[in-house]
C-alpha cells in the first residue's frame, strides 16, 4: 500500500478522539472484550512466570497495531476478534520478523527507561509505594516522600524517556504491516509523523487526560452526593477506566491514517454528514 507522509491542522487530534468513541459505540461489546482480554493477559501471565513479564511489555506494538485492525474491520461493519492480534504475523516471513524486532526492542527501551528513571530518584518512588501501601498510611511520612526532588526529577526522567520511545514506536508496526517498511524506516517515519504533526498529538493527549480528569472529579463528586459504597465506587471507577480506555485504542488507526494514509474522514462510513458541512 502506498504511504506518504501528510502534515495536518491540531484540530485533527480532537477528530481522531472523536471517531475513537463513535467506533466503540459501533462495537462496544466487542473492543471493549479485546481491551480486557490483552490487560487481564498481561497481569495474569508475569504473576504466572515473572520472566513473561518482559514478552507481555514485547507484544505492546503489536496490541496497538492489533487494535488498528480492529478498527478497520469496525468500519467494514465486520466484528473484531482476537486475531486481529496475530494476523500482522501472518502477512509474509520479512513483515513477521520486524514486527518481532520492535517488540524486542520496545521491551529494552522502555526497561532501560525504567532503570534510568530508578537511578536518578534513588528509590524514592519505592518508599513512596511502601509507605503507601501500610495497614495505616504515615499521612506526614507520605508528603515528605512526595516532597523528595529525587522522586520529581526520577517521574520528569522517565515521562521524557517514555515520550520519546512512543514517538518511534507510535506508528511504526502500522507502516512494517500496511508499508512494507523496514525497521529502522519505520521507526524513522514513525518519529517523523509525530513530529511533523506534534501540534495534533498534543493536542489530542491533552483531550484525553482532561477528560480522565473530568470523569475522575465528577465520578467522585456523584459518589460524594450520592454516599456511594466503596465497591461500588470501585466497579464504577472500572468501568469508566475500561471505556476510556478502549476509546483511546479504538482511535489509534485515524492518527495512522491521517499522518500517512488518506487522512481521517470528518465523518465516519455511514453516518449522516452535517446540514452545512
Known amino acids: 500500500m502506498s504511504l506518504h507522509l501528510q ?26 472484550g479485546l481491551y480486557a482480554m490483552t490487560v487481564t493477559a498481561g497481569l495474569l501471565l508475569p504473576m504466572l512466570l515473572p520472566p513473561l513479564g518482559f514478552v507481555t511489555l514485547m507484544a505492546l506494538p503489536l496490541v496497538s497495531l492489533g487494535f488498528m485492525l480492529a478498527t478497520h474491520l469496525v468500519l467494514q461493519k465486520l466484528v473484531p476478534t482476537p486475531a486481529v492480534f496475530i494476523a500482522p ?5 520479512e513483515r513477521r520478523k520486524t514486527q518481532l524486532w520492535l517488540g524486542l526492542i ?3 527501551l522502555m526497561t532501560l527507561a525504567v532503570m534510568a528513571a530508578q537511578t ?9 509505594q511502601e509507605l ?34 512512543s514517538a518511534a514506536f507510535w506508528h511504526a508496526p502500522a507502516l512494517v504491516h500496511w508499508g512494507g517498511q523496514g525497521l529502522m524506516q ?19 493527549g491533552l483531550a484525553w487526560i482532561g477528560l480522565l480528569i473530568a470523569t475522575s472529579m465528577i465520578t467522585g463528586l456523584i459518589a460524594g452526593l450520592l454516599s456511594l459504597p466503596a465497591a461500588l465506587m470501585g466497579m464504577l471507577a472500572l468501568t469508566l477506566g475500561l471505556v476510556l480506555s478502549t476509546a483511546f485504542y479504538s482511535s489509534l488507526y485515524f492518527s495512522f491514517v491521517d499522518c500517512f494514509m488518506f487522512g481521517a474522514p470528518r465523518e465516519l462510513p455511514g ?7
Not at 13 to 19: D, N, P, S, Y
Not at 89 to 93: E, I, V
Request: positive net charge; proline residues 7%.
Open 7 to 32: 502534515t495536518v491542522p491540531a484540530r485533527n487530534g480532537l477528530l481522531w478522539m472523536r471517531h475513537g468513541f463513535k467506533v466503540l459505540q459501533r462495537r462496544p461489546l466487542g473492543l471493549t
Open 89 to 93: 504475523l501472518k502477512l509474509t516471513p
Open 106 to 108: 520496545y521491551a529494552l
Open 120 to 128: 536518578i530518584d534513588g528509590g524514592a518512588f519505592g518508599d513512596l
Open 132 to 165: 503507601m501501601q501500610e495497614d495505616k498510611p504515615n499521612q506526614e511520612a507520605i508528603a515528605a516522600a512526595l516532597a523528595d526532588p529525587r522522586l520529581f526529577w526520577g517521574g520528569v526522567t522517565l515521562a521524557l524517556l517514555v515520550t520519546l520511545i
Open 186 to 204: 519505520a521507526l524513522f517515519s514513525s518519529c517523523l509523523g509525530v513530529w511533523r504533526n506534534k501540534a495534533a498529538f498534543a493536542l489530542n
Open 271 to 277: 453516518e449522516k454528514q452535517p446540514p452545512g458541512l
